[in-house]
């Protein structure tokens, strides 16, 4: 097992980030290839501009994986959003992302606890994802969290639609 640590993001860190979103996005996601939809989505949700505001609004809202002082890992909470379905509104993990080679080895995990550990502070009692149904390898990992699945709903770039799970925790 590696050191790992964890910690808050800062204005610094965003391009760095911009990276890892990129290239976990593609090795996740791009199972076809890169469209042009594909690319216009990752250039714009990915850019170090982008990061830098979420950052400014909520340094809470982005928790890195550190190993080295390299980034391997990266959690984004999005509090009270509404769910696709179900109408629950809480904190959503829009992004739990883990550079392939550090997959297995425990930052997930991390990530997840440091996100739990801030939400139950902040009084919340339940918390949501979406994964995208083929990812089975990230699904397996959420319902071995302790996430509980409630229903399918689509994600909708600029053409295309992509279907996801939906999945809640208590804390």
Known sequence: MKDFTYRPAEIADALKLSVLFKQVYIQT??????????????????????????IRRDPNCLTIAVYKDNFVGVAE???????????????????????????????????????????????????????????TRAISFYERQGFEWIGNAFFHMEANSYENKVLVKKL
Not at 36 to 45: P, Q
Not at 90 to 117: D, Q
């Open 77 to 135: 909470v999005e509090f009270d959003k509404e769910t696709p379905i179900g109408n629950i509104t809480a904190p959503e993990i829009s992004k739990l992302y883990v550079l392939e080679w550090f997959c297995g080895m425990g930052v997930g995990y991390g990530l997840t606890n440091e996100v739990e550990r801030t939400l139950t502070q902040l009084g919340y009692e339940h918390y949501w994802l979406w994964v995208l149904i083929s990812n």
């Open 29 to 54: 996601y791009g199972t076809e290839g890169v469209s042009t939809e594909f690319a216009n989505f990752i250039t714009h949700r990915f850019s170090v501009e982008r990061i830098e505001g979420i």
